[in-house]
């Protein structure tokens, strides 16, 4: 059991930047440092779409949606137990609904409950 508060979102102009984090608690029978945690999105009236990703353990490994590249840097710290998106150079297509989701090697998934990114001047 995982449970994950994500926190940073709001209004930024197009260009600007933000900082989500993701917090986790109640973490229960596998350590934070093994789960695989993600960044998701969601447009309305749209399925969540997968953002960014950083691998188990030390987090040697990202994965990115190509529409982010460059422009996003997934991270995470196991001894805070929490992950962060670093946001550069935001448009207003990335305006949405951001997601924090963790996944262990049973594929038990967690959500958080989302954080609102409005990119608009």
């Known amino acids: 059991q995982v449970n994950l508060v994500e926190s940073g979102g709001g209004l930024v102009q197009p260009g600007g930047s933000l900082r989500l984090s993701c917090a986790a608690s109640e973490v229960s029978g596998l350590p934070f440092s093994l789960y695989r945690m993600s960044w998701y999105r969601q447009f309305p009236g749209k399925e969540r779409e997968m953002v960014a990703a950083v691998s188990s353990g030390d987090g040697d490994y990202t994965h990115y949606v190509d529409s982010v590249k460059g422009r996003f840097t997934i991270s995470r710290d196991n001894a805070k137990m929490a992950v962060y998106l670093q946001m550069n150079s935001l448009k207003p297509e990335d305006t949405a609904v951001y997601y924090c989701?963790?996944?262990?090697?049973?594929?038990?998934?967690?959500w958080g409950r989302g954080t609102l990114v409005t990119v608009s001047s």
């Open positions: 989701n963790a996944e262990n090697s049973k594929n038990d998934r967690y």
